[in-house]
C-alpha cells in the first residue's frame, strides 16, 4: 500500500500542487459529478414519493401510505449525511490556517461519534476494543468524529449483515490506528483502492449510491490531520483502517 502520511498543512494541498494538477482536475470533475448523481436521485425519490402521497392520499392503503413516508425519510437522511460531508471538506478548504486541533482523549471522540451513530441507527451493536492506557491525540475531534461515524455507517449500511460491527483502536509505535471491520459482504478488488482517491468515482462504479463521497470526506480529513486510510478484505468481511499519527 502506498504511504499517504505526507505532511501537508491543509486540504486545499490535495488541489494546489502543481505537480498534480492534472489528476486533481480529474479528481475533481469526478467527484462533482458523482455529487450532482447522488444529490438528484434522492431528490427524485422524495419528490416522485411527495407527489404520490398528493395525489392519492384517499385511494392509498395505510401500509403504502407508511411506505412512502418511510421512503421519504431515508432519502432526506441520505441527502443528510451527504451534505454534512461536503460541509466538511468545505470547511477544510476555506480555512487558511491550519486544523484547529486540540489534545483528545481518543475513547471519549468515540463515546461521541457513538452517541450520534445510535440516534441514526437504534439499536445498532458496535463492539469497541480500546488499550486499557488513556490515549490522547492531537485532532480537530468534530472532524475525527465524522470519519468514525462515516466508517461505522459504510459497515452498518454497505456489508449487508446484521451482525455487530467491531472497532479495534491500536497503539502502534508512531501512530494510533482505529479499524471498523463488518462481518458482510466483501469489497469487490477492483474497488479496493489506496490512495483513496479513486473513492470520489466509487458513487457511481457500484450500487452503494454515495458511499464514494462519503469515503473521500475520510480520505480528506485524515490528510488533513497528516493520517492514513485503507480498505482491506478479511475472510469475514471487509474492514477499513485510519491511523493518526502521535505527535
Avoid at 469526478?30 to 444529490?39: Q, T, V
Avoid at 451534505?83 to 466538511?88: G, T, W
Avoid at 471522540?109 to 490522547?136: M, N, T
Avoid at 452498518?156 to 483502536?169: E, F, I, N
Wanted: glycine share 4%; hydrophobic share 40%; charged share 25%.
Amino acid at each position: 500500500m502506498a504511504n499517504t502520511n505526507k505532511k501537508i498543512p491543509e486540504y486545499d494541498h490535495l488541489f494546489s500542487d502543481a505537480n498534480r494538477a492534472q489528476d486533481n482536475e480529474l479528481l475533481c470533475s469526478s467527484l462533482f459529478h458523482a455529487i450532482s448523481h447522488e444529490i438528484r436521485t434522492p431528490l427524485a425519490s422524495i419528490v416522485g414519493n411527495s407527489l404520490t402521497l398528493q395525489e392519492n392520499w384517499e385511494l392509498l392503503t395505510e401500509r403504502e401510505k407508511l411506505s412512502s413516508v418511510a421512503r421519504i425519510y431515508e432519502e432526506a437522511d441520505w441527502l443528510t449525511r451527504i451534505v454534512e460531508n461536503l460541509l466538511a471538506v468545505s470547511r477544510m478548504r476555506e480555512d487558511i490556517t491550519p486544523l484547529h486541533t486540540t489534545e483528545e482523549l481518543v475513547e471519549e471522540v468515540i463515546g461521541e461519534a457513538l452517541q450520534k451513530l445510535e440516534r441514526r441507527h437504534p439499536g445498532c451493536v458496535i463492539h469497541v476494543k480500546v488499550p486499557e492506557d488513556y490515549i490522547f491525540l492531537s485532532m480537530d475531534a468534530i472532524l475525527i468524529e465524522q470519519v468514525i461515524i462515516n466508517l461505522l455507517e459504510n459497515a452498518l449500511s454497505r456489508s449487508g449483515s446484521t451482525a455487530p460491527v467491531d472497532m479495534l483502536v491500536m497503539e502502534e509505535p508512531d501512530v494510533i490506528s482505529f479499524t471498523v471491520r463488518d462481518y458482510g459482504t466483501s469489497i469487490p478488488e477492483e474497488l479496493l483502492f489506496d490512495p483513496l482517491e479513486k473513492a470520489a468515482g466509487l458513487a457511481t462504479a457500484n450500487s452503494q449510491a454515495g458511499w464514494g463521497i462519503i469515503l473521500f470526506t475520510c480520505k480528506a480529513i485524515l490528510d488533513a490531520h497528516h493520517g492514513t486510510l485503507k480498505a482491506e478484505n478479511h475472510s469475514h468481511g471487509a474492514e477499513f483502517t485510519f491511523t493518526l499519527p502521535k505527535v
